[in-house]
T-cell receptor
Framework: DTAVSQTPKYLVTQMGNDKSIKCEQN?????MYWYKQDSKKFLKIMFS???????INETVPNRFSPKSPDKAHLNLHINSLELGDSAVYFC??????????????FGPGTRLTVL | AQSVTQPDIHITVSEGASLELRCNYS??????LFWYVQSPGQGLQLLLK??????LVQGIKGFEAEFKRSQSSFNLRKPSVHWSDAAEYFC?????????????FGQGTTLQVKP
C-alpha cells in the first residue's frame, strides 16, 4: 500500500529532451507538492497544488510545468532538459484545513540524470 | 525570510552513543517545526513535529526534540544510536500562518554510525 508513489524511479535522458514524472497519492489528501533535491542534498519546494489549483510556484524556469488532473495526481513535465536539471525530484502530499502545520508525506523520489 | 540552519554537515557517532543534531531556525511567528529522516535511496520519513504545547516532543524510533524559543533551536536527540540510524536528517520549518503549506528545509546532516 504505497501512500505516495512516483514513476519512474530513475530517468536518464539527453539534453534538450522533454520528459514527465508522475506522482500519485492514495491518502485522500488535497494538497500535493514537488520538491527538488540537488547534488548537495538541499531540498527546495518547486510547486504546490491544492484541489487541483496552483498555490505555490517558486522561482522555477517555465520549462517546468506541473499538471494536476485530479486531487490524487500531480505530474511534472519538463521541456528542453538541461544539465542543471539533474537532481532527485520528490513528490509529497498533505491534508488539513490549515495546510502549514501538516505532516507532508513524501514519495520515494525520481532521480533524473541529464546527459 | 524564513530559514533553517543545520550547522553540522556530517556527524559520526559510535553505536550505543548518544546523539544530538542541531537545528536553528529564523521565523517571525510561532514556527511549525519538523525533523525528517532520509535513508539512502529513499524518500523522507517524518520523525517528529512541533506545533505548540510541550516543548519536548517524542517521535518515532526513539528520537526526541526540544523546542527552545529563546535560542531559536529545535535540536534532535537520541540516547543510544543504532547502526540503522545512519541516514540523512533534515530539519524543516513550516509556514503555518501563511496557509501555504510550504516547508523550508535545512541543508541536512549526514549521520554515520561506527560499529
Amino acid at each position: 500500500d504505497t501512500a505516495v508513489s512516483q514513476t519512474p524511479k530513475y530517468l536518464v535522458t539527453q539534453m534538450g529532451n522533454d520528459k514527465s514524472i508522475k506522482c500519485e497519492q492514495n491518502l485522500g489528501h488535497d494538497t500535493m507538492y514537488w520538491y527538488k533535491q540537488d547534488s548537495k542534498k538541499f531540498l527546495k519546494i518547486m510547486f504546490s497544488y491544492n484541489n487541483k489549483e496552483l498555490i505555490i510556484n517558486e522561482t522555477v524556469p517555465n520549462r517546468f510545468s506541473p499538471k494536476s488532473p485530479d486531487k490524487a495526481h500531480l505530474n511534472l513535465h519538463i521541456n528542453s532538459l538541461e544539465l542543471g536539471d539533474s537532481a532527485v525530484y520528490f513528490c509529497a502530499s498533505s491534508s488539513a484545513r490549515v495546510r502549514g502545520n501538516n505532516e507532508q508525506f513524501f514519495g520515494p523520489g525520481t532521480r533524473l540524470t541529464v546527459l | 525570510a524564513q530559514s533553517v540552519t543545520q550547522p553540522d554537515i556530517h556527524i559520526t557517532v559510535s553505536e550505543g552513543a548518544s546523539l544530538e543534531l542541531r537545528c536553528n531556525y529564523s521565523y517571525g511567528a510561532t514556527p511549525y517545526l519538523f525533523w525528517y529522516v532520509q535513508s539512502p535511496g529513499q524518500g523522507l520519513q517524518l520523525l517528529l513535529k512541533y506545533f505548540s504545547g510541550d516543548t519536548l516532543v517524542q517521535g518515532i524510533k526513539g528520537f526526541e526534540a526540544e523546542f527552545k524559543r529563546s535560542q531559536s533551536s529545535f535540536n534532535l536527540r537520541k540516547p543510544s544510536v543504532h547502526w540503522s540510524d545512519a541516514a540523512e536528517y533534515f530539519c524543516a520549518v513550516g509556514s503555518g500562518s501563511s496557509n501555504t503549506g510550504k516547508l523550508i528545509f535545512g541543508q541536512g546532516t549526514t549521520l554515520q554510525v561506527k560499529p
